[in-house]
């Protein structure tokens, strides 16, 4: 197949207007009007190069992987093995076999918490997560400590959303055997302080894995200089396809983990008495994986490096900032969090209006926010509300989109006669 479809066209700078016409769903009219999607924390968009990467593996090269002898089959392994190494170099991980396909950040983390946790956590051991992380860092660990009597250790967030670094360092402790914490925050979107959090654990010798979901869209990511342990992420939120994603894990770790899930692709040899599994990464990459998934999500990547981070992220800082700027000129809005350092994402309430109000109203003026608990509802607990209106940005977001949010909050209060 030709992913070369999807292969990266060289851009000086983000150009808002062609970056918009590779994505073909923002030329739909919703209700009549402009699309105005400031909902890609939740999901983004998909640019015409993913979409067509997908559609032509169908097309012309698809059968299962790692399996055929025949030419398909090695066509449909090279992509497939192509897009790790398109994924490896995203991360800047030492080896594509420190690159597992996966579903998305949630099996990821199910992954490491199953493997990592049943084979080095004992009962009494600690895994220390912040108190704004999304359930995906939560539940798995609750389910731990159900099994296994592991300790859970919640590290709190100041009223800005920020993580107070002193009650995070305090909370490390002789038993402390894992730091699991977000990179961006998903319902606030603070920048986690990730190099300050890996120090204080490399100091210890404690391994940390670091949720990438909010990150990787907006910024290089680099797990060697960063050097955590695990680092995940979902390709769907990196305008790839859904239901595939990334972990990366080093390979000293992986080495030692014992296998999650047992079937096929995962084995060596298997008879009734004994199995012998795969090397890295297939180890980990049990049944017929999301194989068009995987090569959309090379193309993801392409796209993404295509446009450049230098880019993504000016635009997206400056885009970031003009929006608080402006939104902060609206009486009776209250920001849900003003983090020191913001990624992609603005959380709000309007007083006396329920967030699903707002985004319903927001809905007929076709502007596409998401209200409600943000799969964080501990983070809800914090700031004492049960919901938020939450804007989220992608490189294809622009100054008209946050001039149409600040109309349709306008609107909103008008509704409600604020
Ligand atoms: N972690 C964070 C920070 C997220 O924002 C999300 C999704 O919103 C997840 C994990 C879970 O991602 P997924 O549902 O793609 O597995």
Same mark, same amino acid.
């Given at each position: 197949m030709?992913?070369?479809? @999807?292969?990266?066209?060289?851009?000086?700078? /983000? %150009? $808002?207007? *062609?970056? !918009?016409?590779?994505?073909?769903?923002?030329? =739909?009219?919703?209700?009549?009007?402009?699309?105005?999607?400031?909902?890609?924390?939740?999901?983004?968009?998909?640019p015409?190069?993913?979409?067509?990467?997908?559609?032509?593996?169908?097309?012309?090269?698809?059968?299962?992987?790692?399996r055929g002898?025949?030419?398909?089959?090695?066509?449909?392994?090279?992509?497939?093995?192509?897009?790790?190494?398109?994924?490896?170099?995203?991360?800047?991980?030492?080896?594509?076999?420190?690159i597992?396909?996966?579903?998305?950040?949630?099996?990821?983390?199910?992954?490491?918490?199953?493997?990592?946790?049943?084979?080095?956590?004992?009962?009494?051991?600690?895994?220390?997560?912040?108190?704004v992380?999304?359930?995906?860092?939560?539940?798995?660990?609750?389910?731990?400590?159900?099994?296994?009597?592991?300790?859970?250790?919640? @590290?709190?967030?100041?009223?800005?959303?920020? /993580? %107070? $670094?002193? *009650?995070? !360092?305090?909370?490390?402790?002789?038993?402390? =055997?894992?730091?699991?914490?977000?990179?961006v925050?998903?319902?606030?979107?603070?920048?986690?302080?990730?190099?300050?959090?890996?120090?204080?654990?490399?100091?210890?010798?404690?391994?940390?894995?670091?949720?990438?979901?909010?990150?990787?869209?907006?910024?290089?990511?680099?797990?060697?200089?960063?050097?955590?342990?695990?680092?995940?992420?979902?390709?769907?939120?990196?305008?790839?396809p859904?239901?595939?994603?990334?972990?990366?894990?080093?390979?000293?770790?992986?080495?030692?983990?014992?296998?999650?899930?047992?079937?096929?692709?995962?084995?060596?040899?298997?008879?009734?008495?004994?199995?012998?599994?795969?090397?890295?990464?297939?180890k980990?990459?049990a049944?017929?994986?999301?194989i068009?998934?995987?090569i959309?999500?090379?193309?993801?990547?392409d796209?993404?490096?295509?446009?450049?981070?230098?880019?993504i992220?000016?635009?997206?800082?400056?885009?970031?900032?003009?929006?608080?700027?402006?939104?902060s000129?609206?009486?009776s809005?209250?920001?849900?969090?003003?983090?020191?350092?913001?990624?992609?994402?603005?959380?709000?309430?309007?007083?006396?209006?329920?967030?699903?109000?707002?985004?319903?109203?927001?809905?007929?003026?076709?502007?596409?926010?998401?209200?409600?608990?943000?799969?964080?509802?501990?983070?809800?607990?914090?700031?004492?509300?049960?919901?938020?209106?939450?804007?989220?940005f992608?490189?294809?977001?622009?100054?008209?989109?946050?001039?149409?949010?600040?109309a349709?909050?306008?609107?909103?209060?008008?509704?409600?006669?604020?």
């Open positions: 030709t992913v070369s479809a @999807a292969a990266p066209r060289v851009r000086p700078g /983000l %150009d $808002l207007a *062609a970056i !918009r016409a590779d994505f073909p769903i923002l030329a =739909r009219r919703v209700h009549g009007k402009r699309l105005v999607f400031l909902d890609s924390a939740a999901s983004a968009q998909k015409r190069a993913v979409i067509d990467a997908e559609r032509e593996v169908y097309e012309t090269e698809y059968a299962n992987v790692h002898v025949y030419w398909l089959s090695e066509r449909a392994t090279a992509s497939y093995e192509a897009a790790r190494e398109k994924v490896r170099r995203l991360l800047n991980a030492r080896e594509g076999r420190e597992v396909f996966v579903r998305g950040a949630t099996e990821a983390i199910n992954l490491v918490a199953q493997t990592f946790g049943r084979a080095f956590l004992a009962p009494g051991d600690e895994v220390l997560i912040t108190e992380e999304h359930h995906a860092n939560i539940v798995p660990w609750q389910m731990l400590r159900d099994e296994k009597g592991i300790v859970l250790k919640v @590290a709190p967030v100041d009223d800005e959303g920020d /993580l %107070d $670094l002193d *009650a995070f !360092r305090s909370l490390i402790g002789p038993r402390t =055997r894992l730091i699991s914490v977000a990179h925050a998903n319902a606030l979107g603070t920048v986690l302080p990730v190099e300050a959090i890996v120090g204080l654990a490399r100091e210890r010798g404690i391994p940390v894995l670091l949720d990438g979901c909010q990150a990787v869209q907006h910024q290089p990511i680099d797990v060697q200089a960063l050097d955590c342990d695990f680092y995940v992420f979902s390709g769907h939120k990196l305008y790839g859904s239901g595939v994603g990334a972990l990366y894990g080093k390979a000293e770790w992986l080495e030692k983990m014992p296998p999650w899930q047992g079937g096929g692709d995962m084995i060596r040899s298997v008879t009734f008495d004994k199995t012998e599994y795969n090397e890295l990464p297939w980990f990459e049944g017929t994986p999301n068009a998934g995987v959309a999500l090379g193309a993801a990547v796209y993404v490096q295509s446009v450049g981070y230098d880019a992220a000016s635009h997206e800082t400056e885009l970031l900032g003009y929006a608080v700027r402006e939104l000129k609206i009486n809005l209250r920001f849900i969090g003003r983090p020191r350092r913001r990624s992609g994402v603005i959380s709000l309430a309007l007083e006396g209006v329920h967030p699903h109000d707002i985004a319903t109203i927001l809905d007929r003026e076709a502007i596409c926010v998401r209200a409600g608990h943000h799969c964080a509802q501990p983070t809800m607990t914090r700031f004492g509300v049960p919901a938020t209106v939450r804007a989220s992608g490189l294809y977001n622009g100054h008209d989109d946050v001039d149409a949010l600040v349709g909050l306008r609107k909103v209060q008008e509704v409600f006669g604020l």
